[in-house]
């Protein structure tokens, strides 16, 4: 019965269970910018371990219900989240470049490039020619995680190319693909701002992936800061750094925007409406978007030499963590955890 029921978990296996190690990941990324080694490396070797079993259960999957993926892939509610294996092999090279290890953080951008690809062409392939749900029905804060897949693989492409030689070509590649993922990042945030103002809402559809908005908005603005550090001398840069700057700016103040906006939902969800905190992989996106906003508040802060930003940004670590931890005990403790 435990064997029927672990292939029955597995046939129908979430496709966005990455998040768990977007959220561990960047939180290792926060303490290593904070000079809290011990737990940035533990941190890293965990999300490694929860990347490596995930891979291997989403294979599993693959064998066990290709019909089912290949739905989910095509469900303009779900496809979405295939991304965050994007994502999560980015920021695990992201990761993996800032501890030197240069080989790992060049395999895993090749493997997020073609993954990037793969997905994105599905996605829009499938919106174009399958797609037969209304807008308010079919969009959700997963759909930005194609900003978030983009933008991270904006930074991993910069960290890893600086270290072969960040030439002119290289730079503006980076910076026109952050420049998509704003542009993607406008149309999405847009359909949900839509969604949110024009059409009847739910506890059950207010899921917390919404805070991926705020998480999109934090990693482009942390994707412009890269590109502004890594390629300082290069003159593509010094002509378009006021813009950049403005960008990211702008960006960090939407991000800031949507904290407020986000706990006032997750008030009326579970407070006003008494929905259940029963556990859900959602959850891990709102560590991950904490997370990152951190590290947008650190990299600023250090570059326009603003301590109080840095110190946003510690708190904001620390607050990931707790979350990170919570949503760990929902998960072990909670009635309905079976």
């Known amino acids: 019965m435990r064997l029927n029921l672990a292939k029955e978990h597995l046939r129908r296996l979430y496709p966005g269970h990455f998040t768990l190690v977007l959220a561990t990941t960047v939180l ?5 910018d904070l000079g809290l080694f011990f737990i940035s490396n533990l941190f890293w070797y965990l ?112 960290l890893v190319l600086a270290k072969i030689g960040f030439k002119r070509t290289f730079c503006f590649l980076s910076t026109s693909l952050w420049l998509a993922g704003i542009f993607f990042y406008l149309i999405i945030i847009l359909f949900i701002l839509i969604k949110f103002f024009f059409s009847r809402i739910n506890p059950e559809n207010m899921a917390p992936s919404y805070w991926v908005g705020m998480g999109a908005a934090s990693i482009s603005a942390v994707a412009g800061m890269t590109i502004l550090n890594t390629g300082g001398s290069i003159s593509l840069v010094i002509f378009l750094r006021p813009f950049i700057m403005g960008m990211v700016l702008l960006l960090w103040a939407w991000a800031t925007w949507w904290i407020p906006l986000l ?76």
């Open 28 to 32: 290792s990324l926060g303490t290593f």
């Open 47 to 158: 999300a490694v371990l929860f990347f490596l079993v995930l891979v291997v259960l989403y294979l599993f999957r693959l064998l066990l219900n290709r019909k089912g993926l290949l739905l989910e892939a095509t469900d303009p509610v779900l496809m979405f989240n295939f991304f965050c294996f994007v994502t999560a092999c980015n920021i695990l090279g992201i990761r993996a470049a800032s501890g030197c290890l240069f080989g790992l953080s060049l395999l895993l951008l090749v493997t997020g490039a073609l993954s990037w690809i793969f997905f994105l062409f599905i996605t829009i392939a499938a919106l174009i020619m399958y797609n037969q749900q209304p807008l308010p029905k079919a969009v959700n804060g997963s759909w930005l995680m194609l900003v978030v897949g983009t933008q991270s693989l904006v930074i991993l492409s910069t």
């Open 263 to 338: 706990l006032l939902i997750g008030f009326w969800r579970h407070v006003c409406k008494r929905y259940s905190f029963k556990p859900d992989p959602a959850f891990w996106s709102i560590v991950f978007p904490v997370g990152m906003y951190a590290l947008a508040c650190l990299s600023m802060g250090t570059y326009f030499q603003m301590e109080w930003l840095r110190n946003m940004g510690r708190i904001a670590v620390w607050t990931g963590l707790l979350a990170w931890v919570a949503v760990w005990l929902n998960i072990l403790f909670h009635p309905g955890r079976e």
